[in-house]
């Protein structure tokens, strides 16, 4: 037997034996439910919104497996699915606590009193979701942290080898991810005391994910041979339906119950998506090219991405803006970024990376106490610049750490199992040489 497989069974019979003693371990106790000292309502919704979100990941699947060549869609859908299995189990061990248990300095928390979702149940809530009960809260967050390392694999698409992927999602989850959602989203991160806005994910999700395609494909070098045609327009199709319908949950889920701020929510990420896609075939028209769905359908997903970290905090005018200038933007990275020397197979950087600080600038801009009283420093639109300065810090700051951290942890995993599969397999296609399977 291998020493990798070797590995990979101590992993799981350690897992397997920590999980059936847990309770024991960690002095967890089942308790009875809460009488009701919940929001029916709100628990409803938020029950609704997190199946929404996980409904994104395969959403992305079809939105990147289309976009591949036909020996390498499986593969490629396949790497977002097993986000949903490797993190949904890391999350309950010890992402969870990195997350959201009690801070470190503001940059981390403490794993140790969530382990195994130790403490965390139907009893009792999180500080800023207190009507629905704590595990919600946890198991909707779980969502975002699946989604966000599978949104990576656009820009390394058809020639990376999947097991040390794996690995890398593992490492990405833990020393990227966590440290940010918990600056962000906790009420002591740093940059949430700061004043720094992210209503669902611009710069824990989006940024994140874009910096570290960057960094992954300019570290896996570019693909061998002459790059395919898409292989099914129709599955992208599919996939931007159901990432834009899950997008609802995303976003509108973000303000943790059935109020006003989720209609706002749902409500700005209709029109951004619409508007960008609108703008994105307009351009491309004005550019002498034809309208193509593959065009709407990024449009569409450019302007879902920008709009998440300001859906709770601007106008539905301010949205369509939004969707309309990030799709511009993005339109012009995709079109005028250097191919010929960093193959980003799907252009996550110029989509994700961009789209996602374009969101973050221009909630800088649009914030507004008359949508969400919780803005406390409004946007420059309304005269005041503290907003946009944080915005501006927490832009540069993610941007260094994501791409720098990313691009060191692909050179560790490289170290331990080469991330580049062979020439011979590239060309024969993943499908075949990675999963034995073919369409």
Same mark, same amino acid.
Not at 33 to 50: N, P, Q, R
């Given at each position: 037997?291998?020493?990798?497989?070797?590995?990979?069974?101590?992993?799981?019979?350690?897992?397997?034996?920590?999980?059936?003693?847990?309770?024991?371990?960690?002095?967890?106790?089942?308790?009875?439910?809460?009488?009701?000292?919940?929001?029916?309502?709100?628990?409803?919704?938020?029950?609704?919104?997190?199946?929404?979100?996980?409904?994104?990941?395969?959403?992305?699947?079809?939105?990147?497996?289309?976009?591949?060549?036909?020996?390498?869609?499986?593969?490629?859908?396949?790497?977002?699915?097993?986000?949903?299995?490797?993190?949904?189990?890391?999350?309950?061990?010890?992402?969870?606590?990195?997350?959201?248990?009690?801070?470190?300095?503001?940059?981390?928390?403490?794993?140790?009193?969530?382990?195994?979702?130790?403490?965390?149940?139907?009893?009792?809530?999180?500080?800023?979701?207190?009507?629905?009960?704590?595990?919600?809260?946890?198991?909707?967050?779980?969502?975002?942290?699946?989604?966000?390392?599978?949104?990576?694999?656009?820009?390394?698409?058809?020639?990376?080898?999947?097991?040390?992927?794996?690995?890398?999602?593992?490492?990405?989850?833990?020393?990227?991810?966590?440290?940010?959602?918990?600056?962000?989203?906790?009420?002591?991160?740093?940059?949430?005391?700061?004043?720094?806005?992210?209503?669902?994910?611009?710069?824990?999700?989006?940024?994140?994910?874009?910096?570290?395609?960057?960094?992954?494909?300019?570290?896996?070098?570019?693909?061998?041979?002459?790059?395919?045609?898409?292989?099914?327009?129709?599955?992208?199709?599919?996939?931007?339906?159901?990432?834009?319908?899950?997008?609802?949950?995303?976003?509108?889920?973000?303000?943790?119950?059935?109020?006003?701020?989720?209609?706002? =929510? @749902?409500?700005?990420?209709? #029109?951004? *998506?619409?508007? +960008? %896609?609108? !703008?994105?075939? /307009?351009?491309?028209?004005?550019?002498?090219?034809?309208?193509?769905?593959?065009?709407?359908?990024?449009?569409?997903?450019?302007?879902?991405?920008?709009?998440?970290?300001?859906?709770?905090?601007?106008?539905?005018?301010?949205?369509?803006?939004?969707?309309?200038?990030?799709?511009?933007?993005?339109?012009?990275?995709?079109?005028?970024?250097?191919?010929?020397?960093?193959?980003?197979?799907?252009?996550?950087?110029?989509?994700?990376?961009?789209?996602?600080?374009?969101?973050?600038?221009?909630?800088?801009?649009?914030?507004?106490?008359?949508?969400?009283?919780?803005?406390?420093?409004?946007?420059?639109?309304?005269?005041?610049?503290?907003?946009?300065?944080?915005?501006?810090? =927490? @832009?540069?700051?993610?941007? #260094?750490? *994501?791409?720098? +951290? %990313?691009? !060191?942890?692909? /050179?560790?995993?490289?170290?331990?199992?080469?991330?580049?599969?062979?020439?011979?397999?590239?060309?024969?296609?993943?499908?075949?040489?990675?999963?034995?399977?073919?369409?």
């Amino acid at each position: 037997m291998s020493t990798r497989k070797i590995v990979l069974s101590i992993l799981l019979i350690v897992i397997l034996t920590l999980t059936f003693f847990s309770n024991f371990i960690f002095q967890n106790r089942t308790t009875p439910l809460a009488v009701s000292k919940f929001d029916t309502g709100d628990t409803a919704w938020m029950i609704m919104a997190t199946a929404l979100v996980l409904l994104m990941t395969p959403g992305l699947g079809f939105f990147y497996g289309g976009m591949v060549g036909k020996k390498n869609v499986i593969s490629t859908m396949l790497q977002s699915f097993m986000a949903m299995v490797i993190v949904s189990v890391l999350w309950v061990v010890i992402a969870y606590g990195l997350c959201f248990g009690p801070s470190i300095g503001g940059f981390i928390g403490n794993p140790l009193p969530n382990l195994f979702f130790n403490n965390v149940g139907v009893t009792s809530s999180w500080p800023l979701a207190p009507t629905i009960p704590l595990l919600l809260f946890a198991l909707f967050q779980v969502k975002f942290a699946i989604i966000t390392p599978a949104l990576v694999t656009g820009a390394f698409a058809e020639r990376i080898r999947f097991w040390p992927y794996l690995l890398f999602m593992v490492l990405f989850i833990l020393f990227i991810y966590t440290p940010l959602a918990h600056c962000t989203w906790h009420p002591d991160g740093i940059f949430f005391k700061m004043g720094v806005l992210d209503f669902a994910g611009g710069t824990v999700v989006h940024m994140s994910a874009g910096w570290a395609a960057l960094a992954g494909a300019m570290f896996l070098g570019k693909r061998k041979g002459q790059k395919a045609n898409p292989a099914r327009i129709t599955y992208v199709l599919l996939g931007t339906g159901l990432l834009w319908f899950g997008w609802f949950g995303f976003n509108a889920g973000s303000a943790m119950g059935a109020n006003g701020l989720a209609v706002q =929510a @749902l409500g700005t990420t209709t #029109v951004a *998506a619409a508007a +960008a %896609s609108m !703008a994105w075939v /307009f351009l491309d028209k004005i550019l002498g090219h034809k309208l193509s769905a593959m065009g709407a359908c990024i449009g569409a997903v450019v302007g879902l991405v920008a709009i998440t970290p300001a859906a709770g905090y601007v106008s539905i005018a301010h949205a369509i803006t939004i969707g309309i200038i990030s799709s511009i933007v993005s339109n012009f990275a995709v079109s005028r970024f250097p191919k010929w020397k960093i193959d980003d197979a799907l252009d996550v950087f110029a989509c994700h990376g961009v789209g996602g600080m374009t969101g973050m600038v221009l909630t800088g801009v649009f914030a507004s106490k008359a949508i969400n009283p919780a803005v406390v420093d409004q946007g420059l639109l309304f005269g005041e610049t503290k907003l946009f300065l944080n915005q501006m810090t =927490a @832009l540069f700051v993610v941007s #260094v750490f *994501a791409f720098t +951290a %990313s691009y !060191a942890l692909f /050179f560790v995993v490289n170290k331990i199992s080469p991330l580049r599969v062979s020439q011979e397999k590239e060309e024969l296609g993943l499908d075949i040489s990675q999963h034995g399977e073919f369409l």
